[in-house]
Nanobody
Framework: QVQLVESGGGLVQAGGSLRLSCAASGRTFSRYAMGWFRQAPGKEREFAAAIIWTSGSTSYNDSVKGRFTISRDFAKNTVYLQMNNLKPEDTAVYYC????????????WGQGTQVTVSS
């Protein structure tokens, strides 16, 4: 089993920054990639960013490109999402997820952390 625990959410003013962390434990040896997703009230969950664990290659939703940065720390088995220049429309619950293979789904999810951006 894989456990993912997010932290770092909170309330911030527009233009501010937050860094989310996701600590992974358990059977993570077959990890291919980790990602961040978000779900705003009344909306469907959407992809925000992802990183391939071994190569470090990253991908972003256009709505966060240039403002968010995903990174990982091998030693801490943790993935981060640095969020700068936050906007009220970034308000959402942010979820960390893990996929074990390139073509498979994100099969492991964290409990989510709330990010609220005030205008």
């Amino acid at each position: 089993q894989v456990q993912l625990v997010e932290s770092g959410g909170g309330l911030v003013q527009a233009g501010g920054s937050l860094r989310l962390s996701c600590a992974a434990s358990g059977r993570t040896f077959s990890r291919y990639a980790m990602g961040w997703f978000r779900q705003a009230p009344g909306k469907e969950r959407e992809f925000a960013a992802a990183i391939i664990w071994t190569s470090g290659s990253t991908s972003y939703n256009d709505s966060v490109k240039g403002r968010f940065t995903i990174s990982r720390d091998f030693a801490k088995n943790t993935v981060y999402l640095q969020m700068n220049n936050l906007k009220p429309e970034d308000t959402a619950v942010y979820y960390c997820a893990l996929k074990s293979t390139r073509t498979g789904p994100y099969g492991n999810w964290g409990q989510g952390t709330q990010v609220t951006v005030s205008s």
